[in-house]
């Protein structure tokens, strides 16, 4: 399902999340509580939406962790996490398509 975040008011509360195929409005369903959009220059456009959950399934698709590059300022997939005790963590799909 792709989702779609319309406000057409500049007002917070009447921010609507709509089925992107459909228009069904999902606000009231999904019980948003908060939608958080970045807008970077050069990067990519995400947006975080906090839902009350209280049974959900969830297919995330291609899930894929990002941090911002330390030299370039850019958004870019991380390969590890690695912690001080040398202890590393491999990430799912961390490849650069």
Partial sequence: MTLRVVNDSGIANRTRILDAETGEDLTERLRVSA?????????????????????????????????????TGRPERLRALEWADGTRLELPNSEVK
């Fill in 35 to 71: 939608i958080d959009l970045r807008l970077q220059a050069g990067g990519v456009v995400s947006a975080t939406l906090t839902v009350a959950i209280t049974r959900c399934e969830i297919d995330a698709g291609n899930v894929f962790y990002v941090a911002t590059h330390p030299e």
